[in-house]
């Protein structure tokens, strides 16, 4: 897996086409992607456009999906990889997530509710059951890896416990106001790929590409703060998913080069905290634009 990934939560179907063409353009060839975004067919209409025009393999790219939450029942998880696969346009992917570990109650409305508004979870389904879905994908050879995501150290000890096969890829925010160190740790010890989202902090302002440290280490080192803190993240060991929305942008982000040790230090001794994304909490997507439920 590229250590470096593209991601496709954009909410607007013209500028999915068009970022995702630039990325594969500036040399990205991870693509992140997932049912909630509710944009697998304009991604795969971008990656078909691109391989063909650029004469890429499909082998040279490594494209990820993600199984959302009103999903998690055993009996809807092959149809509902399927119908990701063919909205991308794919015979296969080389990884599939669990979105969250929450599963929603099941049915095509991604967003479930009650009179009150409050979510409505379905608790006749553990997560170890939507595991052993994944795993019989795998089996199938339908995808090539499984993995979770959202998921906190004390959930992902037990699947990784009783998993007949590991999970290869846990993705969760992480940026230097959030560095999971314990679960990387965890991860690094039984070689599982710790795939970090958010890591310019979701672009929020004020923000990590405005903190001193990083711009002040990207003004020594001759980089912009975004390559500063990408950079940090493949060195300490994670992969790493970005989102640029302009060619420009894919050129820059995809443009990392190493740091020197004394700035890595220094971004590890950051002290300020903060998750973005309190989908980790609940299941419900803190980053994406939330649909009335009757449109979900
Ligand atoms: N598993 C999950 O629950 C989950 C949750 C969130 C995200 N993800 C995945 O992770 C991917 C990355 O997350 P993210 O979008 O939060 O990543 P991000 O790269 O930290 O944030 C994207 C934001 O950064 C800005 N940006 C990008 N490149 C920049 C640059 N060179 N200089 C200044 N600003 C820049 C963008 O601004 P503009 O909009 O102006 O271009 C955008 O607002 C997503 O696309 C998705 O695939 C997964």
Not at 3 to 17: H, K, N, S, W, Y
Not at 133 to 147: M, P, Q, S, T, Y
Not at 204 to 218: F, N, Q, R, S, Y
């Amino acid at each position: 897996m590229p250590a470096l990934g593209f991601g496709t939560l954009i909410p607007d179907a013209a500028v999915t086409i068009t970022a995702s063409r630039d990325a594969l353009e500036a040399g990205f060839r991870h693509f992140d992607c997932a049912e909630r975004y509710g944009n697998e067919r304009e991604v795969g209409q971008a990656l078909q456009a691109g391989l063909a025009a650029g004469g890429i393999a499909r082998e040279d790219i490594f494209v990820t999906t993600k199984l959302w939450n009103s999903n998690h029942r055993p009996e809807r998880v092959e149809p509902a990889f399927q119908a990701s696969l063919d909205r991308l346009g794919l015979k296969y992917l080389d990884l599939y997530l669990i979105h969250t570990p929450y599963a929603f109650q099941p049915g095509d409305n991604q967003d479930p509710r009650d009179q009150n508004g409050n979510v409505i979870y379905d608790r006749g389904v553990t997560l170890l059951d939507t595991w052993r879905a994944l795993e019989r994908l795998v089996d199938h050879g339908k995808c090539r890896a499984i993995g979770l995501s959202d998921i906190v150290l004390e959930d992902l000890k037990p699947i990784y416990e009783s998993a007949r096969i590991k999970p290869a890829v846990v993705q969760v925010e992480s940026h230097p106001y959030l560095p999971e160190t314990e679960l990387l740790e965890f991860c690094k010890e039984r070689g599982i790929v710790l795939l970090a989202f958010a890591p310019l902090g979701h672009g929020m302002k004020p923000g990590l590409l405005e903190d001193a440290v990083i711009t002040g280490i990207a003004a020594r080192v001759g980089k912009t703060p975004a390559q500063v803190l990408l950079a940090w993240a493949i060195q300490r060991g994670t992969a790493v998913l970005t989102t640029p929305k302009s060619a420009a942008r894919a050129r820059e982000n995809f443009d990392i080069a190493p740091l020197p040790q004394d700035a890595l230090d220094q971004i590890n001794r950051i002290q300020t905290r903060q998750r973005l994304n309190p989908v980790v909490n609940t299941g419900v997507p803190g980053f994406i634009p939330q649909r009335k439920a009757s449109v979900a």
